[in-house]
C-alpha cells in the first residue's frame, strides 16, 4: 500500500505543476523530471538485461522521455483556464494510447485505484476529473479534495482479495527462466505444481517465459503428469512464426493445452522491432495492440496482462470494458534487479484491481536467485 500512496502523489501533483510553469521550457523540464524519475529503473534494467554497462539504458532512458515530454510540451500554454484544461486533457490522451502511449510509462490516471478503490469506471472518471481540475486556478481545492480521498482509501485499504482455488507461483530461477530448455527444468516446475496442487489449488500461475518455447515437445510431459489430476496451469511462453514470436499465456491440463492469450504490448526495443521489417528482416515479438482484453477459464473471465503492460495504461483499462472477474498478471523481473520496477508493476496490478473490484491472482515474478 505505501508504494501505491507513493506513487500516486507523485502522479497526481504533476498536472499542476506542469500547468503552474511559467513558460514552455519550464513545462518540458518539469515533464521530463516527471518521466525520468518515474522511469529511473531503466538504465540499470537494461544494463543487467544485456550484461553491458549502463550507458545503452542511459540512451534509451532519455530517448524514450521525448515523447512524453515533447507531447507536454507542444500541448502547454500560458493561458489559464478551459484552455489549459483541454489541452492537458489531449496530453493525457496521447500518451495513453497507441501510438504514443506504448511508452505512456507512470501514466497520472493509474492513481485512480489508490483514490477511489472499489469506484471502478466513476472512480477513473472522478480521477481524470480532479486531475484535469489540477489544472485549473481551482487547483487548491482540487489538490484538497484529492487528498481527502486518498487519506480515506488509506484508512480503509485492504489488498485484493485471491480467487478461490487461484494461486501464483514466484520463481528465482534468474536468466535461466524461459532459456532453460531442458526436460529437467520442465520437472522442477512440474514439481513446484504438483505441490500448489497438493495443497488445494486449482489453477496454478507460472510466471512469464517460464515454458520457454512452446512447442509438442513441452506440452506433452506437462499434459502426461497433470492426467488424473484437477489442476490447470497458466504459465508463459513463447510461440514461434515465421516472422517472429507471441510472446504467450498457455493454459495446460491433464485433459488438453492452449494459447490462453497473446500480449498486446511487448517490451519495445529489447522484444518489440517494428523495424526489422522495413528492412526485410524477421524478428521479434508481435504487438497484437488491442486484441484478446480477456479471456475464460475455469468459469472465470480474466483480464491478463504480462510484465510490460502492466507499466501502460491502455491494456488494464480495455481489458476492464470486458467486465472480468480477476486479473492475472505474470512477469519475468531477473533482470530488474536493484530497481523499482517489479515494485511498480505489483503496486500498478494491486491499484488497477482495487479500482475495479477484481480478485487479483497475485503477479507471478521470476526474480534472481537458484531454484528453491
Not at 110 to 118: H, I, K, N, R
Request: include cysteine; charge should be positive; charged fraction near 15%.
Amino acid at each position: 500500500m505505501e508504494r501505491i500512496r507513493s506513487r500516486s502523489s507523485d502522479r497526481v501533483a504533476f498536472p499542476a505543476l506542469w500547468a503552474l510553469a511559467p513558460s514552455r521550457l519550464v513545462a518540458a523540464a518539469v515533464s521530463a523530471a516527471y518521466f525520468l524519475a518515474a522511469s529511473r529503473g531503466l538504465p540499470q534494467g537494461v544494463a543487467n538485461f544485456y550484461g553491458a554497462d549502463p550507458l545503452p539504458g542511459i540512451a534509451l532512458w532519455l530517448a524514450a522521455s521525448i515523447a512524453f515530454v515533447a507531447v507536454h510540451a507542444a500541448c502547454w500554454t500560458g493561458q489559464p483556464g478551459g484552455r489549459r484544461a483541454v489541452r492537458y486533457f489531449v496530453a493525457a490522451a496521447l500518451m495513453g494510447l497507441p501510438p504514443l502511449g506504448i511508452v505512456g510509462w507512470a501514466h497520472p490516471l493509474t492513481a485512480a485505484g489508490a483514490l477511489f478503490p472499489g469506484w471502478g469506471w466513476w472512480g477513473a472518471a472522478a480521477a481524470a476529473a480532479g486531475l484535469i481540475a489540477m489544472t485549473t486556478k481551482w487547483w487548491p481545492a482540487a489538490a484538497a479534495a484529492m487528498a481527502g480521498f486518498w487519506l480515506g482509501s488509506a484508512a480503509t485499504w485492504t489488498s485484493p482479495s485471491l480467487a478461490e482455488g487461484w494461486v501464483g507461483v514466484d520463481l528465482e530461477l534468474g536468466q535461466s527462466l524461459g532459456r532453460d530448455g531442458s526436460l529437467q527444468r520442465q520437472y522442477e516446475l512440474l514439481d513446484a505444481v504438483r505441490r500448489k496442487a497438493g495443497e488445494g489449488a486449482r489453477v496454478v500461475v507460472l510466471p512469464e517465459s517460464a515454458l520457454g518455447f512452446w512447442t509438442p515437445t513441452v506440452e506433452r510431459p506437462w499434459r502426461g503428469e497433470l492426467r488424473g489430476t484437477s489442476a490447470t496451469v497458466v504459465a508463459g511462453a513463447a510461440v514461434v512464426g515465421h516472422d517472429g514470436y507471441d510472446n504467450v499465456m498457455v493454459t495446460v491440463s491433464g485433459e488438453g493445452a492452449a494459447v490462453l492469450y497473446r500480449e498486446r504490448m511487448p517490451v519495445p526495443v529489447s522484444m518489440w522491432q517494428p523495424w526489422r521489417g522495413w528492412f526485410g528482416e524477421t524478428g521479434g515479438a508481435r504487438a497484437d495492440f488491442f486484441a484478446n482484453p480477456a479471456v475464460e477459464l475455469s468459469g472465470k473471465k480474466i483480464a491478463p496482462l504480462i510484465c510490460y503492460e502492466q507499466l501502460v495504461l491502455w491494456p488494464p483499462l480495455q481489458s476492464a470494458l470486458h467486465a472480468p472477474d480477476l486479473i492475472v498478471a505474470i512477469g519475468n523481473g531477473w533482470w530488474t534487479k536493484g530497481t523499482s520496477i517489479v515494485a511498480t508493476q505489483r503496486a500498478s496490478t494491486e491499484a488497477w484491481a482495487r479500482l475495479f473490484g477484481f480478485r487479483s491472482s497475485r503477479p507471478s515474478i521470476a526474480e534472481v536467485g537458484a531454484v528453491g
